[in-house]
């Protein structure tokens, strides 16, 4: 490896050919991904009447485990690489934002979870693949302190998919738009992660959400509906409040720092604000009023 | 203590030890395993530590299992007590016990592994594999962020403080003081990840290309047969169970 190729980026025909067989490979990654994720779901959904009342469901146990971690790790692999610097050294902070305020929330014991504002932060700073890779790694790193969020990593991942998804389509423009994309992001995210809850944990690991799938367990629903639906009162209403708050962090951004991120300038993710410029105006937005600021400007 | 196993090595027995575990689903089993990893942690200088982040997860994940199962079962036939729509079945006690103590043996070795494992060495370990250096510089970065996170959180609040900040008993007072404290950190965490940025931009982080590593780690063969064993014993436990258990469709 010469030197002049590790500073200076390659260029011709053979790089190039490179560059779409690795593109063609990323693809791959990615569909194999979702199609685990997606497979893994359907056979638990459909097998599970068979599988919770008779012995133990170490079997199902066994198929989400594997099918949800293989589909969270192709993510991961797939997204990665294709991450600039400037994004990639923000996910270190949206993981640990993530974690703090999780462990903060977990011990409150209300019904929710508000465990992934840095990834939501990301996710609309970066784009659907920089969120999806920080939903799964934020995972991984907070499973160091507590191992029972690791299965979880592939819903982790959809949350932040769809925040992105959502900040590309101009639903963080609005801050009354925020809430309500991530109430559907919710809805899905919920439903993926029940059978999670359900036959890897046998149940939910806090006592708010418990009560809730025991109300309706006395009804006589079985154990992964319970908890379907528990995860459709819990989950919409938390991920409404998490991309709210990360609207308020990311609007209370220095338009110096959100203007680093090339998919916010591409797609016009916050509305009312141009590249800070020389010429451009001044800067007088108080920092106490963040929420006002995408309100008040025209937009660009 | 950092353990003076290659780390790839108790990565593998800990992965194994839970894979197996969860495969067998016998209570006996889960029982012995998370009592020999909590002697381990003992052993090792941990066991305060992994006891204490054990207690914190699984202690909430048993009252509500106990509650969930003990009292509502509806597939439960064999009634010990009931108290109009709560019921106590065997089956469903059983059934809490049963995931109960698997994942209490899974949290267990985990958490003895996550504790005696030494990050730098393991994202070493990992990247010589052919692990992207792109995931260990995230994993490393985080595991080193969250401690000064925790000192620059303290310092925040000694500034707001400072200022005339007072939290109250009230819910606003309190969501008003998280607001003080959360928008200064994120924007200085926001604004030192730009700095580290062009820094690392400017040594070429973003490249692709050869890395070379700083760290040496010891491997013996003893150690790569035990894990090539190890992965081996898994998959054929993993297998028996998918094999034995498959749904026979209705």
Request: charged content about 10%; some cysteine; hydrophobic content about 55%.
């Amino acid at each position: 490896m010469s030197l002049q190729s590790l500073l200076l980026p390659a260029t011709g025909a053979g790089s190039a050919a490179g560059k779409t067989k690795a593109q063609r490979n990323r693809r791959l990654l990615e569909l194999g991904g979702a199609a685990a994720i997606v497979a893994t779901y359907l056979f638990l959904v459909l097998t599970q009447p068979a599988d919770i009342a008779s012995g133990p469901a170490s079997f199902a146990a066994l198929v989400a485990l594997g099918g949800f971690l293989l589909g969270a790790v192709l993510l991961i692999a797939a997204a990665l690489p294709t991450l600039p610097t400037p994004t990639l050294v923000l996910m270190p902070v949206a993981l640990v934002l993530n974690v703090v305020l999780g462990q903060l929330m977990g011990a409150t014991g209300l019904p929710f979870y508000v465990d992934a504002i840095g990834t939501v932060l990301i996710a609309v700073l970066a784009g659907p693949a920089a969120g999806a890779a920080t939903g799964a790694l934020s995972t991984i790193v907070w499973s160091f302190f507590n191992p029972t969020v690791l299965p979880f990593a592939a819903g982790a991942a959809l949350i932040g998919f769809l925040a992105g998804l959502a900040a590309r389509g101009g639903l963080f423009r609005r801050f009354y738009l925020a809430p309500v994309a991530g109430f559907v992001t919710g809805i899905l995210a919920g439903v993926v992660s029940a059978p999670i809850a359900a036959f890897v944990f046998g149940g939910t690991a806090g006592l708010g959400t418990g009560a809730v799938v025991s109300a309706f367990r006395a009804m006589g629903d079985t154990l992964l509906a319970a908890i379907t639906k528990q995860a459709l009162i819990s989950d919409p209403m938390d991920k409404a409040i998490v991309f709210a708050i990360a609207a308020l962090l990311v609007y209370a951004l220095p338009r110096r720092t959100t203007f680093q991120f090339a998919f916010v300038r591409t797609f016009r993710v916050l509305a009312g604000m141009s590249p800070a410029t020389p010429e451009s105006q001044p800067q007088t937005q108080p920092e106490s009023q963040p929420e006002s600021q995408p309100e008040t400007q025209p937009e660009a | 203590m950092p353990s003076t196993l290659h780390p790839l090595t108790s990565l593998t027995a800990a992965g194994c030890t839970a894979v197996i575990t969860t495969a067998a689903g016998l209570w006996p089993l889960s029982v012995a395993v998370a009592l020999a990893a909590a002697l381990l942690a003992v052993g090792a200088g941990v066991g305060r530590r992994v006891l204490a982040a054990a207690v914190a997860v699984l202690v909430p994940l048993g009252l509500s299992l106990l509650m969930l199962h003990g009292l509502f079962f509806p597939e439960g036939r064999t009634v010990l007590a009931a108290w109009g729509p709560a019921r106590v079945t065997a089956e469903g006690l059983s059934f809490a016990l049963e995931a109960g103590t698997r994942t209490g043996a899974c949290v267990l070795v985990l958490l003895l592994f996550s504790f005696t494992v030494s990050a730098p060495d393991l994202v070493a370990a990992l990247a010589a594999r052919g692990l992207p250096p792109q995931v260990g510089f995230v994993l490393a970065s985080a595991l080193t962020l969250l401690p000064a996170m925790t000192g620059r959180l303290a310092a925040i609040r000694a500034a707001q403080e400072a200022r005339g900040l007072v939290v109250g008993r009230g819910l606003l007072s309190r969501l008003a003081a998280v607001r003080l404290q959360a928008v200064p950190l994120v924007l200085g965490l926001v604004e030192d990840a730009g700095v580290r940025a062009q820094a690392l931009e400017a040594r070429s982080f973003g490249t692709p290309g050869p890395r070379t590593s700083y760290r040496q780690l010891q491997d013996s063969p003893g150690q790569r047969v035990f894990r090539a064993a190890a992965v081996l014993l898994t998959a054929a436990a993993v297998a028996l169970r998918l094999i034995t258990a498959w749904p026979v469709a209705p």
